[in-house]
């Protein structure tokens, strides 16, 4: 059975930096897209960043310049590493890894870690 652990939540000050893992285990094959979503209380789940297992990488407009996610295919690990994080940037995190095929996908989810951004 495949589980999402994620770590490195916490909480910052702004300005500050986090850096979020997600490890897959329980898994034989690759993840063809890992992604990080977050949801803030009161708001929808909603996309920060995504990367693909050739290296494309997609981010929500307003972490532009600001967040980085890559993965380590070899360990099945994503990582998201937040810079000059904003009050606003204070939300639950969740880790998702894409698996594809011809005319499927199927979505695996983390547990979710806090992150929380004093002003």
């Known amino acids: 059975q495949v589980q999402l652990v994620e770590s490195g939540g916490g909480l910052v000050q702004a300005g500050g930096s986090l850096r979020l893992s997600c490890a897959a285990s329980?898994?034989?094959?690759?993840?063809?897209?890992i992604g990080w979503y977050r949801q803030a209380p009161g708001k929808q789940r909603e996309l920060v960043a995504r990367?693909?297992?050739?290296?494309?990488?997609n981010y929500g407009d307003s972490v532009k310049g600001r967040f980085t996610v890559s993965r380590d295919n070899a360990e099945n690990t994503g990582y998201l590493q937040m810079n000059s994080l904003k009050p606003e940037d204070t939300a639950v995190y969740y880790c998702?890894?894409?698996?594809?095929?011809?005319?499927?996908?199927?979505?695996?989810w983390g547990q979710g870690t806090q992150v929380t951004v004093s002003s």
């Open positions: 998702n890894m894409k698996k594809q095929g011809a005319g499927w996908e199927y979505d695996y």
């Open positions: 329980g898994s034989s094959f690759s993840f063809n897209v």
């Open positions: 990367i693909s297992g050739g290296g494309s990488t």
